[in-house]
């Protein structure tokens, strides 16, 4: 790897780093204001559905707004324009305000995530992608940590939590200087760029949607099976913890295996992996300490697909051919994410105690089924 390769990543670690926990502090603040305002539930949670909902509209443009400005024009635009955001909380508590910071967050975070993953696996040489995208994805489960956990020393009131955010923009803004531009512009245009991987490779987006899945359902229930099984809330919540740190310790060793793997088969000991939790969730509401190594096997599962997904699509696309397929991706992981819940909240409601575990059984064996074809 060159010289400027690794500036060139280090420059877009530091600042997908900095820019993302500024947002995974935001979101959590204005949240728990409204809360703590007594707003009613169903307004916080539309609230929190705004800024995803933003990032389904914004993915499929994604292409488009590379090829108009450039890839790295995009980027820095993406990573600046959160600013907005942390103005209208200073500026004003109107909800309608509000709601708007929430969709300015959407739009840009999803701009963002779908350019910086593109940035990753165009600057990345061939022989070291899985390693060098694995290691992102392990700075993408940190920021998931770092950033909740700093809203503990800020607190949520005053201007304090909001001051920090707007700082950490700033400096995410700062180390883009002397980012190099990348060539982005060929034949294909933004609008097949978007099309193009459901077209050439449908299984990869069959893949991140199964991922999306995959890691949203056990976010949202696995914490509900445990206060279910007698524990207290603080122990339920630690679950989510523990399905982070799975996600977090995956990354870079499942990169490292794909540079020098057959991807089917990692795709495979995911799945597999998703399996043998869901059969010990069967066992867990005899023995609740089984929860704790399934949230483990679960998140290092589902964050494993998601980068094999990615380090596939880097292997096979270049410039806006490549941050559409991205875009592609971030869309059905997206839309797999919402789905997931929703679904699960179904199974459960017809099989209180089987209904979680078969339906992440029945997903992970239908993406083992399409992986043999």
């Given amino acids: 790897m060159s010289a400027v390769q690794k500036l060139t990543l280090a420059r877009v670690f530091a600042s997908t780093f900095c820019e993302l926990i500024a947002v995974l502090m935001l979101m959590p603040v204005m949240t728990l204001r409204l809360a703590a305002r007594a707003e009613p539930p169903w307004v916080i949670g539309f609230f929190g559905a705004t800024l995803y909902v933003a990032i389904f509209i914004v993915t499929p443009f994604a292409a488009a707004c590379t090829r108009r400005f450039g890839l790295r024009a995009t980027y820095v635009l993406s990573g600046s324009t959160p600013l907005l955001a942390v103005a209208i909380v ?4 109107q909800l309608a305000w509000w709601f708007l910071a929430a969709v300015v967050l959407g739009l840009f ?66 180390c883009l200087f002397g ?74 060793p499942v990169g490292h295996y794909a540079d020098r793997r057959p991807l089917d088969t990692l795709f495979r000991l995911c799945l ?10 069967l066992a867990a509401v005899h023995w609740p300490m089984l929860l704790w190594p399934i949230a483990l096997v679960w998140g290092a599962a589902a964050g494993g697909i998601y980068t094999l997904a990615m380090i596939t699509i880097g292997h096979a ?25 929703a679904l699960a909240g179904l199974a459960i409601d017809l099989a209180p105690q089987a209904g979680l575990p078969l339906l992440m059984c029945t997903v992970a064996l239908v993406g083992l089924a399409l992986i043999r074809q």
Avoid: K
């Fill in 179 to 252: 980012l190099p531009s990348l060539v982005t512009h060929g034949e294909v245009s933004s609008r097949v760029a978007f099309t193009q991987l459901a077209r050439e490779r449908p299984l990869i987006v069959i893949a991140a949607l199964i991922g999306g899945m995959l890691e949203s359902t056990p976010t949202t229930f696995l914490p509900v099976v445990s206060l279910a099984s007698g524990a207290a809330a603080a122990t339920a919540a630690m679950l989510v913890a523990v399905l982070g740190v799975g996600g977090f310790i995956c990354q870079v």
């Fill in 317 to 341: 696309y270049s410039g806006v051919a490549l941050v559409g397929a991205t875009a592609a991706l971030v869309f059905a992981y997206s839309l797999g994410g919402a789905a997931g819940p």
């Fill in 90 to 93: 200073l500026a004003t508590s």
């Fill in 272 to 281: 597999w992996g998703v399996l043998a939790g869901g059969g010990a969730l």
């Fill in 109 to 174: 975070g999803g701009l963002r995530w779908v350019t910086a993953e593109a940035y990753v696996a165009e600057v990345a040489p061939a022989n070291r992608r899985g390693v060098v995208i694995g290691a992102f994805e392990t700075m993408v489960g940190a920021c998931f940590v770092i950033g909740p956990l700093l809203i503990s020393w800020t607190g949520i009131d005053g201007a304090r939590p909001l001051w920090v955010c707007g700082g950490l923009l700033l400096l995410g803004i700062a």
